[in-house]
């Protein structure tokens, strides 16, 4: 999986990680308003004001999840649809913040993406793992770690972090192996980037997978020319 050839360029820029992350389609966005700079929470399924309900540490609690649709819109409860999509997720704070300002008095909009996460290839050939991404600044340590570390097979010195469009992703090459190289395991990731972690070949054992059928096959035809001459 995932092969390059030896004269491939990797990308060497070291803020491949650092990049705010934008609202794409299929997100599942949490979205609450509170109005008063953040004082009183609004019930969006009801449109209320809820006047014992300040803004906390538990804010995420109290979020409504909305689906951004695949043209980039989302609807939302007394505004309708917007476009949401390419914001960062405090323009659209911003953005949204604007539009309710029609209807509430200093309106302070919170968001979060719910379904931020990466796929973890952790060495051990094709196995990978979905890891969520809980926060907003989780590094790629932090994920191998997440993700059970590097398999017994995997090449530490030879990681590479997958990001953005398939047809023409960037690619960087981590090498864990050393402390010079480890500067980089502090990277923060992005939602759906991908962390591969090249696994060291087992020549025996592949060697064994490919040649069995054949050893299988002419035991079978040893079997049967040892029977027709007993007969």
Known sequence: ?????RDFEYNTEQTIGNVEYRITPNDIIGFSVYT????????????????????????????????????????LPIIGKVKVSGMTIRE?????????????????????????????FTGEGGLGKVVPLQNENVTLIEALALAG??????????????????????????????????????????????IYVEPAPQTSTEIFQQIAPIVGIITSIALVIT???AL
């Open 36 to 75: 008063n700079d953040g004082f009183k929470l609004i019930d969006m399924t009801t449109s209320a004001v809820s006047i014992n309900q300040p803004l906390g540490n538990n804010a995420n609690d109290n979020m409504t999840r909305f689906l951004v649709e695949p043209d980039g819109m989302v609807k």
């Open 149 to 194: 570390g590097v398999n017994d097979r995997g090449k530490s010195k030879k990681i590479k972090l997958i990001r953005g469009d398939m047809r023409n992703p960037k690619v960087m090459l981590i090498n864990l192996g050393t402390m010079e190289g480890a500067k980089n395991s502090n990277l923060m990731l992005q939602a759906n980037d991908i």
């Open 227 to 229: 029977i027709i001459k």
């Open 92 to 120: 659209a704070e911003k953005s949204l913040e604007g539009l309710y300002a029609t209807f509430y008095n200093k309106p302070f909009v919170m968001i979060s993406v719910l379904n931020r996460r990466v796929l973890v």
């Open 1 to 5: 999986m995932f092969k390059t050839p």
